[in-house]
């Protein structure tokens, strides 16, 4: 009778364990009902963007214009959209790798980003093998989009900006010689330096109106050799693309040194940092910009410019523009589309025309590029100061 008791004990017990496996199956289960509920009830967006590194200082801002225009169109086709942030950290294969998890294990509609030409050209490839539409804030260099179906841009493209600095240095400026300085490890940097030059060229309609084309890498610090060499030239412009950290240091070394003639770069020159780092030395220096709000005029300027000053209690950025237009082009393809399929999302991305956006009125082309205007910019006082409007060509 003991050993039967001593049966019945293990018996029960069992039992009794088998019951607690089973609610414990039940919670695991109804969890995984919840997750599918809410899955089936947000539509999943990913951004990756370069939270920290050295283009940290755009790819923050440009974080922002998305974040808030989420915050004011939280929903497409009657579900909420979640966005799913990731840090790139201003690396190509951290770039690859953040686009990889975002389609494979995010299982995300649609991306956006990212800022800096040459992180998103590292993501491209494995955008368009994925077949997952992707829309650039402001990556301007050419091979973004080329021969990628899946990658479009709002911001306008490298030709049209080297054009726009380099028509205005000779014909505003009444420059007719000049000097480029580089960073040789950025597509963004190398691109715009060729386009600019080929329209510095036409524009002067001298062949011999470069005096010289120098390199530097990202996160040099000592630009002196350079410099020297072009204070011994008859340059009477400098053209410095590059990101607003290095870009900053040269200007301030060549002003050290008494080189005075004027600075011209592009839109990475727009990044508060860029001033703070560069202080009084980057006075009146000229770059190429996206938007300023003395330039545009719909209704989604008025409403981002309000918006955007209440959340932040700063000086509206046009990278923060970008992000602000980024985000609504794709919700107004998602809507379109009628679905949140990627393929059907694609092709309404790539019938976008005549939006209005906050940057102003956004029309995409075959091969998936804005066609913008562009504006000047100038660095006075300490901030920046509009200076002109070009169309688009």
Same mark, same amino acid.
């Given at each position: 009778?003991?050993?039967?008791?001593?049966?019945?004990?293990?018996?029960?017990?069992?039992?009794?364990?088998?019951?607690?496996?089973?609610?414990?199956?039940?919670?695991?289960?109804?969890?995984?009902?919840?997750?599918?509920?809410?899955?089936?009830?947000?539509?999943?967006?990913?951004?990756?963007?370069?939270?920290?590194?050295?283009?940290?200082?755009?790819?923050?801002?440009?974080?922002?214009?998305?974040?808030?225009?989420?915050?004011?169109?939280?929903?497409?086709?009657?579900?909420?959209?979640?966005?799913?942030?990731?840090?790139?950290?201003?690396?190509?294969?951290?770039?690859?790798?953040?686009?990889?998890?975002?389609?494979?294990?995010?299982?995300?509609?649609?991306?956006?980003?990212?800022?800096?030409?040459?992180?998103?050209i590292a993501a491209g490839e494995i955008i368009k093998k994925e077949k997952i539409p992707t829309i650039g804030c402001s990556p301007t260099n050419p091979i973004v989009t080329?021969?990628?179906?899946?990658?479009?841009?709002?911001?306008?493209?490298?030709?049209?900006?080297?054009?726009?600095?380099?028509?205005?240095?000779?014909?505003?400026?009444?420059?007719?010689?000049?000097?480029?300085?580089?960073?040789?490890?950025?597509?963004?940097?190398?691109?715009?330096?060729?386009?600019?030059?080929?329209?510095?060229?036409?524009?002067?309609?001298?062949?011999?109106?470069?005096?010289?084309?120098?390199?530097?890498?990202?996160?040099?610090?000592?630009?002196?050799?350079?410099?020297?060499?072009?204070?011994?030239?008859?340059?009477?412009?400098?053209?410095?693309?590059?990101?607003?950290?290095?870009?900053?240091?040269?200007?301030?070394?060549?002003?050290?040194?008494?080189?005075?003639?004027?600075?011209?770069?592009?839109?990475?020159?727009?990044?508060?940092?860029?001033?703070?780092?560069?202080?009084?030395?980057v006075e009146g220096v000229i770059f190429s910009s996206h938007f300023s709000k003395e330039a545009q005029v719909t209704n989604l300027t008025q409403l981002f410019l309000k918006?955007?000053?209440?959340?932040?209690?700063?000086?509206? /950025?046009?990278? &923060? *523009?970008? =992000?602000?237009?980024?985000?609504?082009?794709?919700? !107004? +393809?998602? #809507?379109? $589309?009628?679905?949140?399929?990627?393929?059907?999302?694609?092709?309404?991305?790539?019938?976008?025309? /005549?939006?209005? &956006? *906050?940057? =102003?009125?956004?029309?995409?082309?075959?091969?998936? !590029? +804005?066609? #913008?205007? $562009?504006?000047?910019?100038?660095?006075?006082?300490?901030?920046?100061?509009?200076?002109?409007?070009?169309e688009a060509e």
């Amino acid at each position: 009778m003991r050993y039967m008791g001593i049966i019945l004990s293990l018996i029960l017990a069992g039992v009794i364990c088998m019951g607690c496996i089973g609610s414990v199956q039940v919670i695991r289960s109804n969890e995984r009902i919840e997750d599918r509920i809410q899955e089936e009830e947000t539509i999943r967006l990913g951004v990756f963007q370069p939270l920290t590194g050295a283009a940290a200082a755009g790819g923050k801002i440009t974080l922002e214009g998305i974040q808030l225009a989420n915050q004011l169109f939280p929903e497409v086709l009657g579900k909420k959209i979640e966005l799913v942030v990731i840090d790139n950290q201003s690396d190509r294969t951290e770039a690859a790798n953040a686009v990889t998890k975002l389609i494979r294990e995010e299982k995300v509609k649609a991306i956006i980003g990212s800022y800096g030409s040459s992180l998103s050209i590292a993501a491209g490839e494995i955008i368009k093998k994925e077949k997952i539409p992707t829309i650039g804030c402001s990556p301007t260099n050419p091979i973004v989009t080329m021969n990628n179906d899946y990658y479009f841009r709002v911001c306008f493209a490298d030709p049209f900006q080297g054009t726009v600095i380099a028509n205005y240095a000779v014909r505003d400026l009444g420059v007719q010689r000049a000097a480029i300085i580089q960073d040789e490890v950025q597509e963004y940097s190398l691109g715009l330096s060729r386009y600019f030059m080929e329209a510095f060229q036409e524009s002067t309609g001298d062949p011999d109106s470069i005096q010289g084309v120098y390199s530097y890498h990202s996160g040099q610090k000592d630009f002196s050799a350079i410099l020297r060499e072009i204070k011994q030239s008859s340059a009477d412009v400098i053209f410095a693309p590059g990101n607003h950290m290095e870009s900053a240091l040269l200007i301030k070394q060549a002003r050290e040194m008494g080189i005075q003639i004027p600075f011209c770069g592009g839109d990475t020159w727009e990044t508060p940092d860029f001033r703070e780092i560069g202080g009084d030395a980057v006075e009146g220096v000229i770059f190429s910009s996206h938007f300023s709000k003395e330039a545009q005029v719909t209704n989604l300027t008025q409403l981002f410019l309000k918006e955007y000053e209440k959340k932040h209690q700063q000086e509206v /950025n046009a990278f &923060g *523009a970008l =992000g602000f237009d980024a985000y609504l082009v794709l919700l !107004d +393809a998602i #809507k379109r $589309a009628g679905v949140e399929d990627p393929e059907k999302i694609r092709t309404a991305l790539s019938d976008t025309e /005549n939006f209005e &956006g *906050a940057t =102003g009125k956004i029309t995409l082309d075959n091969n998936g !590029d +804005a066609q #913008k205007s $562009a504006v000047i910019m100038k660095v006075e006082n300490k901030k920046l100061s509009y200076v002109t409007f070009v169309e688009a060509e």
